[in-house]
């Protein structure tokens, strides 16, 4: 069965740290670029994070130097590590998986995972 697990996500104060997880199934993991992808009420979903099949990274201008994406091909598993938690990062955050060297919206998602901001 193909799927996409977020977990850790939750409520945090401003400054603090979360890390999220996305476990994959049912895929030959190495061969997708992944991102992270967040959507906030009223808004559209954007990238927050893209890491390719050989590691390369970007990030949404919002994040840079408070947000690592990583992942771990032998779990097929990857991380988003989140420093400085702002409000404005309070979201629910996806998973995505697109097959390829690319970083773009593949059609692998996963459920979503609330990351909430406040003191």
């Known amino acids: 069965q193909v799927q996409l697990v977020e977990s850790g996500g939750g409520l945090v104060q401003p400054g603090g740290s979360l890390r999220l997880s996305c476990a994959a199934s049912?895929?030959?993991?190495?061969?997708?670029?992944m991102g992270w992808y967040r959507q906030a009420p009223g808004k559209q979903r954007e990238l927050v994070a893209g890491?390719?099949?050989?590691?390369?990274?970007n990030y949404a201008d919002s994040v840079k130097g408070r947000f690592t994406i990583s992942r771990d091909n032998a779990k097929n598993t990857v991380y988003l590590q989140m420093n400085s938690l702002k409000p404005d990062d309070t979201a629910i955050y996806y998973c995505?998986?697109?097959?390829?060297?690319?970083?773009?919206?593949?059609?692998?998602w996963g459920q979503g995972t609330q990351v909430t901001v406040s003191s």
């Open positions: 049912g895929i030959s993991f190495s061969i997708y670029s």
């Open positions: 890491i390719t099949t050989v590691g390369n990274t």
């Open positions: 995505n998986a697109a097959r390829g060297p690319l970083i773009r919206p593949g059609i692998l």
